[in-house]
């Protein structure tokens, strides 16, 4: 045994093992997926040639840039399209959905968060990078796009009674498909109801977009977008999707929407990041009143603009 240590460094070979384990393993992995090597896929689509004996002779051209386009793949392209993903991972994870925290404990929190957002992004950002397997095959339920609105709809009130988050998320992806009915929107309402205060599983923002994508007018649409700008304007998903929400207004020249905005700038819990917002879009499709009353504050020095 001693003669064939000398001979060989097993420590050596046992590395060389591991590295080669470690490979095998990852080319089951994201940064291998044939859905993330955009430059690869370019380079097959475009430089290698459809006939055989074509191929036999281009293939010292177009095999060197293959190798270079899956280089830049798997260590350039797919680790900076992951970023985001990382980004609001951490976002999600450290700093939202602590509205009902008291302001002493959200004050408290801040100092971990700010410690941990840098190995929290690390990790989701090589997990996105290395592991992570969206491919349509790995994901479980995929409704049929040609449901008509009335499977929609049952889909739907069935997943959400049983708590159905990805199947939920599944089917508001699907939204723009089916006619607003009445019961859609007041399903859609629902949704956002029950979600709106758990900002990590995104599916009030999404409930949102399907109510406004449309664009058309309806009336309890709009007053569903009032009461959400008077009673959930402290959450964050109503002030990351204010643009959205105001727009609805504007399109219709709601006056219910811009007497709802001014009734927001009486509210004294009203944080002060709404105040030009508000302002701004009340002199874009406010009525002569709603204007009135803004110029008459400025001139009362109540706030400034």
């Known amino acids: 045994m001693i003669f064939l240590y000398k001979i060989f460094n097993f420590h050596w070979i046992l590395r060389c093992l591991a590295v080669i384990f470690l490979f ?17 896929n370019a380079v097959e689509e475009n430089l290698v040639p459809k006939d055989d004996s074509a191929k036999i002779w281009a293939s010292p051209f177009y095999i060197p840039v293959g190798i270079l386009a899956g280089a830049l793949d798997v260590f350039v ?3 900076i399209s992951v970023i985001p993903k990382a980004a609001n991972d951490t976002l999600n994870a450290l700093w939202t959905d602590r509205n009902n925290l008291p302001y002493v404990t959200r004050m408290g929190v801040i100092p971990f968060s700010l410690l941990l957002s840098g190995p929290m992004f690390t990790l989701s950002w090589s997990y996105h990078w290395l592991f992570e397997d969206s491919t349509e095959e790995s994901k479980g339920f995929r409704p049929n796009k040609t449901l008509t609105t009335e499977e929609w709809i049952s ?13 939920i998320g599944d089917l508001l992806n699907l939204c723009e498909l089916n006619t607003k009915t009445d019961k859609q929107i007041k399903l859609l309402i629902k949704v956002y109801q029950k979600y709106k205060s758990n900002a990590r599983l995104n599916l ?4 949102l977009y399907c109510l406004l994508s449309k664009g058309y007018y309806n009336p309890t649409i709009e007053d569903f977008v009032v009461q959400i700008f008077l009673k959930d304007h402290s959450l964050d998903i109503i002030y990351n999707n204010r643009n959205n929400l105001v727009a609805y207004f504007i399109q219709n020249r709601s006056q219910k929407g811009s007497k709802a905005l001014i009734e ?10 709404w105040i030009p917002f508000i302002v701004d879009n009340l ?23």
Do not use: W
């Not at 889909?155 to 199947?167: F, T, Y």
């Not at 009030?204 to 409930?207: E, G, K, V």
């Not at 002199?283 to 001139?299: C, L, M, Q, S």
């Open 77 to 79: 392209v797919h680790p």
């Open 283 to 305: 002199f874009i499709f406010g009525y002569k009143e709603e204007k009135d009353e803004i110029i008459n504050r400025v001139i009362k020095k109540k706030y400034s603009i």
């Open 155 to 167: 889909k739907l009130e069935i997943a959400l009674e049983s708590n159905s988050n990805e199947e």
């Open 204 to 207: 009030s923002s999404m409930a």
């Open 264 to 273: 927001m700038l009486s509210d004294e819990s009203l944080n002060n990041r």
């Open 24 to 40: 095998i393993n990852l080319t089951n992995c994201a940064i291998f997926q044939r859905k993330n090597l955009i430059l690869v």
